[in-house]
Nanobody
Framework: QVQLVESGGGLVQAGGSLRLSCAAS????????MGWFRQAPGKEREFVAAGWSGGNTHYADSVKGRFTISRDNAKNMVYLQMNSLEPEDTAVYYCAAQPYGGRWDYWGQGTPVTVSS
């Protein structure tokens, strides 16, 4: 089992920045791919970014160049730095963990991000 707790969401103006944090506990953190997803009102949950313990990352095209995922394996933390935020980034953001060879089985409770125009 992996327990995930997000923090750092809030209200920001377009063009601003936020950093989301996710604290993980339980299963060995380094054996999981860590990811961020988001769900906007009336839309399905979508992938945002993923980070491997070795440093590789992957981003959705919509956030590439603006968002950065990072992880601190020693502290069991994963972060999402969001820059140049747009109103279209408004959503509830979820931290997720995927054990290597598995699926996105573990989810946090979500943290809301609102970007005003």
């Amino acid at each position: 089992q992996v327990q995930l707790v997000e923090s750092g969401g809030g209200l920001v103006q377009a063009g601003g920045s936020l950093r989301l944090s996710c604290a993980a506990s339980g299963r060995t953190f380094s054996n999981c791919v860590m990811g961020w997803f988001r769900q906007a009102p009336g839309k399905e949950r979508e992938f945002v970014a993923a980070g491997w313990s070795g440093g590789n990352t992957h981003y959705a095209d919509s956030v590439k160049g603006r968002f950065t995922i990072s992880r601190d394996n020693a502290k069991n933390m994963v972060y999402l730095q969001m820059n140049s935020l747009e109103p279209e980034d408004t959503a509830v953001y979820y931290c997720a963990a995927q054990p290597y060879g598995g699926r996105w089985d573990y989810w946090g409770q979500g943290t809301p991000v609102t970007v005003s125009s």
